[in-house]
């Protein structure tokens, strides 16, 4: 068995995953980490007690959609083949072919039971994972497809008129070489490490540097607090920008306000209200010329 396995970030930085237990996440790791080639084992007890993990959380993982059970005791991770990419010159065939004979595995790469084992297994839930946007959308093969190679067949069989290329100019050219290295590079950062980039670029409060225990953590907590105040996911990245610009000020002496607070308690004490964009401004937070503070008493404590 390798030594070696990956994680995608589409799978374990997903809702579904996220509101695991803790417990069930780390044995998620767990278990993939000791999973044959083709992400099948047969050692789940022995995974529990090592990391300290409870029956309840491989119920869990499979209830959730995150892996299934089969009468043998062996366990398959649903998401192996999207989490790794192992050449097939390499791959070590699992010794468990009469598991894998009641698999299927769809084009986004997502092990399922076959149609007829499904009806004996009421407890698979396979498409949970799915419903949380944690896996790319399957082709379609339909008359969409058909519809798609009409287009282009036409296209090539289309005669266009060549457009004069016309010389660039020096900002033109610096302009498009910009576009195209960003276009290339990795797709967006999601929302949780937005706003990690934020604390740990000013030196704010977020798990000591560590992004996944940030998102397992912090951020977590505090998403469970925005959405009891229906909080658009711009405006609390926003309000953590503002925030910090109000930290940098209080750095140089320059304001009144002296509370520091990670993320979860920024959310969970609602001080997130006052740095929302439309009540932010950044002169209220300026101390006055003649040093005198007039800002409430609770601000000024040291949280």
Request: net charge negative; charged share 35%; aromatic share 10%.
């Amino acid at each position: 068995m390798a030594e070696r396995r990956m994680f995608s970030k589409s799978i374990t930085e997903s809702d579904a995953f996220l509101d695991l237990p803790f417990s069930a996440q780390a044995l998620y790791f767990h278990m993939a980490m000791n999973a044959d080639d083709e992400g099948f084992i047969n050692s789940s007890r022995r995974i529990c007690g090592m990391c300290g993990a409870q029956e309840n959380d491989l119920k869990m993982l499979v209830a959730k959609g995150f892996m299934i059970h089969f009468d043998s005791g062996i366990y398959v991770i649903k998401h192996w083949k999207i989490n790794n990419k192992i050449r097939g010159d390499r791959v070590k065939d699992t010794n468990y072919p009469e598991e894998k004979a009641q698999l299927v595995e769809k084009s986004t790469g997502v092990y399922s039971l076959k149609d007829g084992e499904k009806t004996k297994k009421s407890g698979d839930t396979e498409t949970f994972a799915e419903h949380y946007d944690c896996l790319p959308p399957e082709e379609d093969d339909g008359e969409d497809k058909k519809k798609v190679e009409e287009v282009v067949k036409e296209s090539l069989t289309t005669e266009t008129p060549k457009e004069e290329k016309k010389e660039e100019t020096p900002e033109q050219s610096e302009a498009r070489e910009k576009f195209e290295y960003e276009t290339q590079s990795e797709p967006r950062k999601n929302y949780a490490e937005q706003i990690f980039d934020v604390l740990f670029s000013h030196n704010l409060p977020c798990c000591k540097g560590n992004l996944i225990t940030f998102t397992m953590r912090d951020f977590r907590l505090a998403n469970g607090e925005l959405q009891k105040l229906h909080l658009h996911s711009d405006d609390v990245i926003q309000a953590v920008k503002n925030y910090a610009e109000v930290m940098e000020l209080k750095r140089q002496g320059k304001t009144w306000w002296n509370s520091e607070q990670d993320f979860y308690h920024f959310c969970e004490k609602k001080t997130i209200l006052r740095f929302l964009p439309e009540n932010y401004k950044v002169e209220n937070f300026l101390k006055q010329k003649d040093g005198a503070e007039d800002s409430p008493v609770e601000d000024k404590i040291q949280l």
